[in-house]
């Protein structure tokens, strides 16, 4: 019979998708067919699944773990931030509607029956479902209408593991105190806890470990040390990209926007060891010594030109330009380095157009279906072909159309400017190709690797899952599944 365990967290951030994505892995290392499930995620960093919709991120890596396609059954309720108040409402998949974080509350208790319906097909279509909540139990004032934690384990008699960050600090109160402040119902779900994220000598936690098993009665599962190797594994959180530090080689200056969207792309940019990635935050200056600056996606076009205007960004592109650099925009990044974007229905915002950085001559309207398409694809300046996404809303036209930046299914896709050194294109995934990425990197002489960035991927995998085995006891998790 199917059973299904899921892993919540103190809070967020705590290393619930990794933990899941290595506890997928060693399950199928068992010969069990499992399957990843998040019944509600909030992320800007989606991918495109095989049956034509989107999913966290973090959902498709745990697929991939489990050497499955990602699929929206594994992520039912997406939420996409477009401003502070507001996000875009993903249900199975489909954009369902936009909601303010007040509507969202009322909202949420009718898309259970989305959730439990996804979830029940995964059930019966695998040994194991390996569940991650969103955020955090303690949360108790959320409970009401929960679908993302404790809401949904009990609608779905799921029972529960507790994960704790030691490296916030505060680690025995975050444990000790999310029971305190739990239901006696939902605290009984809970079947024990794990530690995450730990530096050094994990037997100097000893006391505090069994304090904690003392003062809950839970019983522990094991202390996890710090995966070191998790920065080779795509991020959920713009803040988690990591990228090792280079003095040398091809500088690539990555702006890291407000609602950045799908920054995932950059992953196999950071693990070439010829490349040098700077992921520019807030407050800071585009290097002068910067070979590349990437656009990356947003999910708020126009917000985002007013968020890169407020850092001085716009001034120091066109100076980088002048001074002979190169730029290449990615879907809103594309979007953003025409002369205007206009959103007269307010897709993405209030209604309105707003100026471009003006490097390329074309101009987006908003509009339309979503475009949610995977493709192959044939970069045209090196004829080197590579598989890749477009989950974007909007069409961009103009003259620098003529000369794309590829060919997909014998249409035109992207533009580039007349002197070859500014690039759009709505295409995302494209340098996880091995081959087009190592073609591309050369084209402007920087010094290339035999990198396998997908074999790396999943020897990461195997890595987390052997450091998983290590460090926990992973039989009694999975024993834990009913």
């Known amino acids: 019979m199917s059973r299904a365990l899921m892993i919540q967290g103190t809070g967020s951030n705590v290393g619930k998708s990794m933990l899941v994505a290595g506890l997928c892995r060693a399950a199928v290392r068992r010969g069990l067919s499992v399957a990843p499930f998040k019944p509600q995620n909030m992320s800007n960093n989606a991918a495109v699944t095989v049956d034509g919709g989107e999913i966290g991120r973090a959902q498709a890596l745990q697929a991939r773990a489990c050497g499955l396609d990602p699929h929206t059954d594994m992520n039912p309720v997406l939420l996409k931030p477009e401003t502070d108040v507001g996000a875009q409402v993903v249900v ?3 954009r369902h509607t936009t909601a303010r974080a007040r509507d969202y509350a009322r909202l949420k208790p009718t898309l259970m029956g989305a959730v439990l319906e996804s979830f029940g097909r995964l059930k019966a279509a ?3 479902v390996i569940v991650e909540g969103a955020g955090s139990p303690a949360e108790v004032n959320l409970r009401p209408g929960d679908i993302a934690n404790m809401g949904f384990a009990e609608a779905a008699d799921v029972p529960v593991i507790l994960c704790g960050d030691i490296d916030r600090g505060g680690v025995i109160a975050q444990i000790v105190g999310t029971q305190a402040v739990m239901d006696r119902g939902d605290a009984a779900r809970v079947k024990g806890f794990l530690i995450n994220k730990f530096r050094g000598d994990p037997s100097l936690f000893d006391d505090g470990y069994a304090m904690i098993e003392q003062r809950t009665g839970w019983p522990g599962f094991g202390v996890a040390p710090w995966f070191v190797e998790a920065w080779k594994l795509p991020a959920e959180d713009a803040l988690d990209i990591g990228a090792p530090v280079r003095a040398g080689g091809f500088h690539i200056v990555c702006l890291r926007l407000s609602r950045i969207a799908n920054f995932d792309d950059i992953d196999p940019l950071a693990q070439e060891p010829g490349v040098r990635l700077t992921m520019l935050g807030p407050g800071q200056a585009v290097p002068a010594d910067a070979d590349l600056v990437i656009l990356p996606g947003s999910k708020s076009t126009r917000g985002d030109l007013d968020y890169l205007r407020a850092q001085g960004w716009d001034i120091d592109i066109l100076a980088h330009h002048r001074r002979g650099g190169h730029v290449l925009g990615i879907c809103g990044g594309y979007q953003m380095l025409g002369r205007v974007v206009a959103d007269p229905d307010g897709i993405e915002g209030a209604p309105g157009e707003t100026p471009g950085l003006g490097l390329l001559d074309v101009e987006t309207r908003m509009g339309g279906d979503k475009h ?6 044939q970069h045209v300046a090196s004829g080197e072909a590579f598989s890749g996404y477009e989950i974007h809303i909007g069409q961009t036209e ?13 249409r035109a896709e992207g533009a580039m400017s007349g002197d070859g050194r500014v690039a759009g294109s709505y295409l995302h995934g494209m340098f996880a190709e091995d081959g087009f990425r190592r073609a591309w990197l050369g084209g402007f002489g920087a010094k290339v690797s035999d990198t396998g960035y997908d074999a790396a991927v999943e ?21 834990v599944a009913r």
Do not use: I
């Open 126 to 128: 695998h040994d194991l």
């Open 92 to 94: 199975q998949g489909r």
């Open 372 to 377: 949610l398409t995977q493709v192959r694809a």
């Open 398 to 410: 103009g003259p620098d159309r003529a000369r794309p930046f590829a060919q997909v299914d014998g």
């Open 459 to 479: 020897a990461t995998l195997d890595a987390l899952a052997d450091h998983l085995e290590t460090h926990l006891d992973v039989a009694g998790l999975l024993g």
